[in-house]
């Protein structure tokens, strides 16, 4: 929840800011960093939190971290300076890498049955959370774009939960090392790398939906904001839907079926998505592709723990984590290019046909791989 809290939700109040702060210098420009710059700091410093979770355990590391949030978070509320608001803005996007990765390693450092089941409800907490946060911050800037800031406090209720986690939790002394649990791998291996790229894939995915389906839906005239929310909420509720779903899933078809399964329907969706001019199926395309984006989302996570050696589970999940937001950054530049060359529909078409080239390239892995003690 506080990714959704930390990165997303002062997007409601960039306008009012824009506004008070209109005789700035630069103010455009900074206005702008306030939303985008915290995304930037969690995408540089996930892999390093994964490191030093590895190194001091989960609750050394989410403990300070949500206390930096609550104080720095909301930090905003007092300033009348934006390159400070900026600056305040870029330590919580550390702040939040910190407690997005310690929890995800101290889920890893579970026993595999927890894990899959885990991974999923962590997915699914932060989709509820965008659906219950976003009108709670609507109504704090509805009294000024100050008091939306204060959401942020809101990380101070967890504290007592954090002082209950074991203090060796995640640290790498206390990594299980059974054959059993673990493939014996290198440090960067092949299959982390198809980690990597599938996490790429579903970074700039996630953002087709809130992005592009707008723009897309006002080209076949749906200009009615209200009308053209709906594939995006329809899109949201599939989105938690997918998560809930992800732990039975992955009992039944494994890490790499997910793989398989998540980016063949992701392909699809969003091929239809391309070629439709009918809302009703581009809505069903969208709701496709949001279920799929989120079965992928914690498939990463558990993938990351099954092909990095124990003492590293950490940091892989920082690194994983750290490409899927970071390619968050890439995206408006590699779809701007892509719709120079091919069109408004042709980024749904191109995007799905890069994840269908990634499901038959897992599909060719798990048919040539050797059957491991793990899923792989």
Do not use: K
Not at 31 to 43: N, Q, R
Not at 167 to 193: C, E, H, K, W, Y
């Amino acid at each position: 929840m506080f990714v959704t809290i930390g990165l997303f939700s002062p997007g409601l109040v960039l306008p009012q800011i824009a506004s008070a702060f209109a005789g700035t210098s630069q103010a455009p420009l900074l206005t702008e960093m306030i939303g985008a710059i915290a995304g930037f700091a969690f995408a540089l410093a996930a892999p390093f939190c994964g490191v030093l979770t590895g190194r001091l355990g989960c609750r050394r590391v989410i403990l300070p971290a949500l206390l930096v949030f609550a104080l720095v978070g909301s930090l905003p509320a007092l300033l009348d300076n934006l390159w400070l608001i900026v600056a305040s803005r870029f330590v919580l996007g550390v702040a939040t890498a910190a407690i997005f990765t310690g929890a995800l390693a101290g889920i890893g450092a579970l026993a595999a049955a927890e894990q899959a089941r885990l991974f999923g409800w962590f997915a699914a907490v932060g989709g509820v959370a965008a659906i219950l946060l976003f009108p709670i911050v609507g109504q704090l800037g509805h009294m000024g774009w100050r008091p939306a800031f204060l959401v942020h406090l809101s990380s101070l209720a967890f504290v007592p939960l954090v002082l209950a986690i074991p203090v060796t939790l995640g640290r790498r002394t206390t990594a299980r090392t059974s054959v059993s649990d673990r493939p014996r791998q290198p440090a960067f291996n092949i299959a982390m790398a198809g980690v990597l790229i599938v996490a790429g894939l579903t970074g700039m995915s996630m953002m087709l939906s809130p992005i592009y389906a707008p723009i897309y839906l006002a080209s076949l005239g749906i200009t009615d904001t209200r009308l053209a929310s709906i594939p995006l909420t329809i899109g949201a509720v599939a989105a938690v839907l997918g998560s809930f779903a992800y732990g039975p899933v992955n009992r039944r078809i494994g890490i790499m079926g997910v793989f398989i399964l998540g980016t063949a329907a992701m392909g699809v969706a969003l091929g239809i998505a391309g070629i439709t001019r009918d809302i009703y199926v581009f809505t069903a395309a969208i709701a496709g592709m949001s279920a799929m984006v989120a079965l992928l989302s914690p498939n990463l996570n558990a993938a990351a723990v099954a092909f990095s050696r124990p003492e590293r589970t950490a940091q892989a999940i920082g690194l994983a984590n750290g490409v899927m937001f970071g390619a968050q950054l890439l995206f408006p530049f590699v779809a701007a290019w892509t719709r120079a060359l091919v069109g408004l529909s042709g980024v749904f078409l191109v995007f799905g046909i890069a994840a269908a080239a990634v499901a038959l390239l897992a599909g060719v892995r798990r048919l040539t791989a050797p059957r491991p003690a793990v899923d792989r």
